[in-house]
């Protein structure tokens, strides 16, 4: 396998991970809504926690993760170079 | 002072302007306890603000085509992050989504996940590409990648649709925040609006809405923070977000205690209760049972998730970083920035809704005689321009929940006015509100301008345009646009035409596959993205007069009604691109050697600086 279908290969999965947590946070969670909402966080009930706050922090982690997990595999495959000119 | 280029220093530029109007706030704070009026305090602060604005966007003034296309592709990851969350959070975030929460409580919510998930989308998968690719406007990139014309006047269709539904109602909010704190007629105030929005967009393009967004975040953020943090302090939860809990179960127990009376539509119409005010009849925290119920929500989330992911007013800033890289960090950067204010609502709604209900506490309504409340100053100032409306349905003579009607926009307008703050914050809201409402209205009406003038003048019509010429055309239809949904908006047809969330329906519906399967699928030919964009958006639109309330009204399929025909649109546009695409003849090697370079973040983008 080339380098670049290396990297293309990486990339995917990468993408699949953070779509499957994505996932998770934005429609598992809410498909139990009911039960869910029964457990409590700080006091609130959990779907309405997730709701109003937790999955929207889940997903600027997951986005900041994303990026700079993405980076390591571009530096990895020679791709990161420090500044690209257009 | 400042040593080195205007980029360089802008840490420094962004703070001196963010403690200026720290300073200026307090100096409108030490007017008031002098004894200055309201009135003038609200002016001062909306005419200061669009001041500043209107210089940023004329010291941004350029001839250069990357210049006003894309900011010359120099734009700082954070300062790109802050640019991206002012055009995104519109004065429907600023100033009704509180309202909304307020009103719908966990349903409405599925908002707050889908225009905040929607950015992992955005991320994962376009941003860093179309970055890469190096197009001007999105319907650019469905024209280079899948070849000729026919597709990027589809793309340009669906762009035109999506953001001129969204622009009348920025346009128009504008005029609402305008007419009010000036003090002059509402189609006076849209005009007013306009000139605003054109004074930071049309020297400078993209360049001088980046510059002037994120100033405006700095004004809308700081409007919406304030009073959240210092109304938590007054009812002692100094940092209301992680201190609630207890208050959100407290407004369980009042609305059991209360009662979740829904109102028939027949007395509501004999009491004469004025159109658009709500009265609270879902519950704050509890989540609905019945996977109807659970449906209604994910779909919601899932249109606002995809549409976000479609809509070219978003994608167009991540052109203007310097590099894949910083694209992709810069989306993280916009979400963080959208969250501090989206995590913030929810907490203003609870700590309304517990200062109207709760009978412990000093400003409670709900439960006091009529007459005492109907002489309460706030109810009096606000029951004179019909935004709330006491019915008093059972003529006891003591007010219950289902009897307090509102308008959405009251709960950001006047809790600072109900918690007893001083009306310094009031002005603070106006200006946030107005600076919310222009930066996407700006952003609106530029996606809109340089898409016609890049895609359908230089591009299909005169490819041989010089630069001088084709910036001239981008000018005279950014006036253009601005004026016809200016003047939409002052005929006050936004009823008519319908939610912000339309917008986002329209462009999932033509938009997020053909951008999508560009990317991700080298198989997608020219003819499949024809038939996904124009087969979801002809579908999508079919839907929604189907089941649009001011159309034809027929009942939703599966509960999917006019808020999520994206659903329709976007499924149909992923059928037919797909089937289409395997019926043709694979795109050339080109095109494919063409999308693997996409696929490698760096090197040089796919369209040349200036093209």
Redesign the interface.
């Given at each position: 396998m080339s380098n670049?279908e290396a990297?293309?290969q990486k990339?995917k999965n990468h993408?699949f991970v953070?779509?499957a947590i994505?996932f998770f946070?934005?429609?598992v969670i809410?498909?139990f809504?009911?039960s869910?909402?029964e457990g409590?966080?700080?006091?609130?009930?959990l779907?309405?926690y997730m709701?109003?706050?937790g999955?929207?922090?889940a997903?600027?982690i997951?986005?900041?993760w994303?990026?700079n997990k993405?980076?390591k595999i571009?530096d990895e495959h020679g791709?990161?170079?420090e500044?690209?000119?257009? | 002072m400042f040593k080195g280029g205007f980029i360089q220093n802008l840490p420094k530029i962004y703070g001196l302007y963010t403690g200026g109007f720290l300073v200026f706030i307090l100096l409108m704070a030490v007017l008031e306890s002098a004894g200055v009026s309201a009135a003038s305090i609200g002016i001062m602060f909306v005419a200061f603000t669009v001041l500043i604005y209107a210089l940023i966007g004329y010291l941004s003034r350029t001839i250069q085509v990357d210049a006003y296309y894309v900011a010359g592709?120099q734009v700082p990851t954070v300062f790109n992050g802050m640019a991206t969350a002012a055009d995104w959070m519109s004065g429907a975030s600023f100033v009704a989504m509180a309202g909304g929460i307020y009103f719908g409580g966990?349903t409405y919510?599925?908002f707050?996940?889908?225009w905040?998930?929607g950015?992992?989308?955005v991320?994962?998968?376009l941003a860093?590409y179309l970055r890469k690719f190096?197009c001007y406007t999105v319907p650019d990139f469905i024209g280079t990648r899948y070849g000729g014309n026919l597709p990027r006047f589809c793309a340009t269709l669906v762009l035109v649709l999506a953001s001129f539904t969204y622009v009348t109602a920025q346009i128009n909010a504008t005029g609402t925040i305008a007419s009010r704190a000036l003090q002059i007629p509402f189609e006076l105030g849209v005009w007013v609006g306009l000139v605003s929005i054109l004074m930071c967009s049309m020297l400078g393009g993209m360049r001088a809405v980046t510059w002037t967004q994120v100033a405006q975040y700095i004004v809308l953020i700081t409007a919406y923070l304030i009073p959240v943090f210092w109304m938590g302090s007054k009812l002692g939860n100094p940092f209301p977000?992680?201190?609630?809990?207890?208050e959100?179960?407290r407004l369980a127990e009042l609305e059991a205690s209360a009662g979740l009376i829904k109102n028939s539509a027949a007395d509501i119409k004999a009491a004469g209760v004025p159109g658009g005010l709500k009265y609270i009849s879902n519950p704050?925290?509890?989540?609905?049972?019945g996977g109807m119920a659970?449906w209604k929500?994910?779909s919601l989330?899932?249109c606002m998730?995809v549409g976000t992911a479609s809509l070219p007013h978003i994608l167009m800033r991540y052109f203007t970083t310097?590099?894949?890289?910083s694209a992709?960090?810069s989306?993280?950067w916009s979400?963080?920035f959208i969250?501090l204010l989206?995590?913030s609502a929810?907490?203003l709604a609870t700590l309304s809704k517990l200062q109207l209900m709760d009978p412990n506490l000093p400003t409670a309504i709900i439960g006091k005689s009529i007459a005492e409340v109907k002489s309460i100053p706030w109810v009096q100032n606000w029951s004179a321009v019909k935004q709330v409306f006491i019915a008093d349905f059972n003529g006891d003579g003591i007010l219950q929940l289902n009897e307090w009607f509102m308008r959405g926009d009251v709960v950001v307008l006047a809790t600072p006015e109900v918690a007893g703050l001083p009306y310094v914050i009031s002005g603070l809201v106006a200006a946030g509100g107005m600076a919310a409402a222009m930066s996407t209205a700006d952003g609106l009406v530029l996606a809109i301008s340089n898409c016609l003038s890049h895609d359908i003048y230089y591009k299909i019509i005169d490819p041989k345009a010089d630069v001088k010429k084709r910036l001239i055309v981008a000018r005279v239809l950014l006036v253009v646009i601005g004026a016809a949904a200016a003047y939409i908006s002052s005929m006050r047809l936004t009823s008519i035409l319908g939610a912000v969330a339309w917008a986002f329906d329209f462009a999932m519906s033509g938009l997020f596959f053909p951008l999508v399967l560009g990317v991700w699928w080298k198989r997608a030919t020219k003819e499949g993205a024809v038939a996904g964009i124009l087969g979801g958006l002809i579908s999508g639109t079919a839907y929604l007069i189907y089941v649009g309330p001011k159309f034809m009204a027929n009942t939703p399929w599966l509960g999917i009604d006019h808020l999520r025909f994206g659903i329709i649109g976007a499924s149909v546009s992923l059928v037919a691109m797909v089937v289409v695409s395997l019926m043709t003849k694979e795109p050339s090697s080109s095109i494919q050697k063409m999308v693997?370079d996409v696929?490698?973040?760096?090197?040089?983008?796919i369209l040349?600086?200036q093209h």
């Open positions: 670049k990297h293309w990339t993408m953070t779509l994505w946070f934005s429609i809410f498909m809504g009911s869910v909402n409590s966080f700080l006091g609130y009930p779907a309405y709701s109003a706050q999955s929207l922090a997903f600027v997951l986005i900041f994303f990026a993405q980076e571009d791709y990161g170079g500044k690209e000119d257009d | 592709r966990y919510m599925a707050l996940v889908g905040t998930g950015y992992v989308l991320s994962t998968l860093p190096g977000h992680f201190m609630l809990g207890d959100v179960q704050h925290s509890a989540v609905p049972a659970v929500y994910l989330a899932i998730m310097p590099s894949v890289k992709r960090k989306v993280a979400l963080f969250f989206y995590f929810p907490m693997d696929r490698i973040p760096s090197g040089r983008a040349g600086k």
